[in-house]
């Protein structure tokens, strides 16, 4: 691993972005509008406003990222520059940090952006600072780029690579404790939950809404998404093979 | 002349077929080596088996006195794949650059690669707008960068204008001149003529391994595409006996 060729994808990664102006406009106003959405649907509910918008602020990211990031890395795949950047002095951990940085940069702008429109226009009320928001939004954009990276090497085609949607992240949606309360779930349920990184990441942030100091278990739950991030990245790295059939 | 690649038996299957069947030759240190053969025939497989991207059954391929794929080869080992892998959400500019920087070269070594393919007036456009000639260049200027020790090109004239593929073989030469090795493959019996030494396959197996002079005179013809037809024909003959 080289921290300059590391740089040097990252730097690649979002020349890459710029160029899409599309793609950036609706990474980062996206979110904003959809909380917007959810403010008008909530407008008479009171408090359930601020607990959903909240969990989305951490489950956008999640999602976005790891969308964007199967497709970018299913296109180095099929185009050949995966196997080209394979015979270059790139090593593979160049190349998925590269990934990681620049996706979760991105996510910092994103998450930037929707936090300040929660906050500021559509009135979110949270105990703890808007900045922890941020930073789980972003811990969690680069969970997602984590997975992306990993599934995009079991899936040949765009198509499949959209599959692994439902496969790996609407579960997680389902039972990070969104709809129902974590407590209330079948225990069963509840064990499949635990085993899920998005759980400790909306956690986290429900630790945010209900806190004025940040707890011992909101970074407990941001170690926990961290930890599941790198051994995503370790998985994503062994699936990347120099020599290939 | 030391040989800069050497490959010994090599023996590849791609699924359940056999690509490679023991494959042996040699591409000698500063010459322009062509690798001829019809489509289909295990051209880019051997192609990746020197560059170190294939997995072999059995064999040997050694690429600078090093075992192909060794981590200390892949800074001194350029290639350009089939297809063009560059990004084609990136400009010429941007994709030279991006590739200089992985050999820890500046941005001015990636500027000369894609003027050294005459790319010059196209380097601020986006590859994905370009001609597939153009972007097949463009490919080009990644894998000359930093002037490697070993160039392998697969396909790298496809496309071009006669002009361009003139200019280009003289840069291969110039290259060899200057100490590079390169092994260039085609499927286009016309550039065989441009090349220091041939290799000709042909359903994984090697059919011929000679200077052009060479092969011309062992068929007892001067066309290349012809000297090739015979040494085939010939070659069933003994199979079929």
């Not at chain 1, 690579?161 to 969104?178: K, R």
């Not at chain 2, 001829?36 to 690429?63: D, F, M």
């Amino acid at each position: 691993m080289s921290l300059r060729i590391t740089m040097a994808t990252t730097a690649r990664i979002l020349r890459q972005l710029r160029h899409d102006r599309r793609t950036v406009a609706l990474l980062a106003v996206m979110p904003a509008v959809l909380l917007t959405l959810l403010y008008f649907m909530y407008e008479k509910a009171g408090p359930t406003f601020d607990r959903i918008a909240l969990t989305m602020l951490g489950i956008f990211p999640f999602v976005i990222m790891f969308l964007v990031t199967s497709i970018a890395m299913l296109r180095e795949r099929t185009t050949g520059t995966l196997e080209r950047l394979l015979t270059t002095p790139l090593g593979k951990l160049d190349l998925l940090f590269g990934y990681g940085l620049a996706f979760g940069l991105a996510a910092a702008v994103q998450g930037t952006v929707a936090t300040g429109a929660a906050y500021w226009l559509l009135d979110l009320q949270t105990r703890g600072a808007g900045g922890l928001v941020v930073l789980i939004a972003v811990v969690n954009a680069v969970l997602g780029v984590a997975l992306g990276l990993l599934c995009s090497a079991f899936a040949r085609t765009e198509f499949q690579a959209v599959q692994f949607l439902p496969v790996v992240v609407v579960p997680q949606i389902l039972l990070c404790g969104l709809f129902v309360p974590r407590g209330q779930m079948a225990s069963w349920l509840e064990a499949i939950s635990d085993a899920l990184p998005l759980t400790y990441a909306v956690d986290a942030l429900i630790q945010v809404g209900r806190s004025a100091e940040a707890t011992t278990t909101m970074w407990r739950d941001l170690v926990i998404v961290a930890g599941a991030t790198v051994v995503a990245l370790i998985l994503a790295a062994a699936t990347l093979r120099r020599r290939t059939p | 002349m030391p040989n800069a690649i050497e490959v010994t038996d090599l023996v590849v299957d791609r699924g359940k077929r056999r690509v490679l069947h023991g494959i042996s030759c040699a591409v000698p240190a500063g010459s322009v080596t062509g690798l001829l053969g019809p489509s289909g025939s295990g051209k880019t497989t051997l192609i990746r088996a020197i560059v170190g991207g294939q997995i072999v059954k059995s064999g040997t391929v050694t690429v600078l006195g090093r075992p192909a794929g060794t981590a200390a080869l892949r800074a001194k080992v350029g290639y350009m794949t089939q297809a063009p892998s560059v990004y084609a959400d990136l400009s010429v500019r941007e994709n030279a650059r991006y590739f200089a920087a992985l050999y820890g070269l500046g941005a001015a070594e990636g500027d000369r690669a894609v003027a050294d393919v005459g790319l010059a007036d196209a380097s601020g456009q986006l590859v994905g707008n370009l001609s597939g000639g153009q972007r097949s260049r463009a490919s080009l200027a990644c894998a000359m960068i930093g002037t490697p020790e070993v160039l392998v090109l697969d396909e790298p004239t496809v496309g071009q204008d006669p002009v361009l593929r003139a200019d280009l073989w003289g840069k291969f030469h110039a290259l060899a001149e200057a100490g590079s090795t390169l092994l260039v493959s085609s499927h286009v019996m016309d550039e065989a003529g441009r090349c220091d030494r041939l290799l000709l396959i042909r359903e994984g197996r090697l059919v011929s391994d000679g200077t052009p002079a060479a092969i011309r005179a062992a068929a007892a013809t001067h066309d290349l595409e012809e000297a090739f037809l015979r040494l085939i024909r010939e070659q069933e003959k003994v199979a079929v006996r």
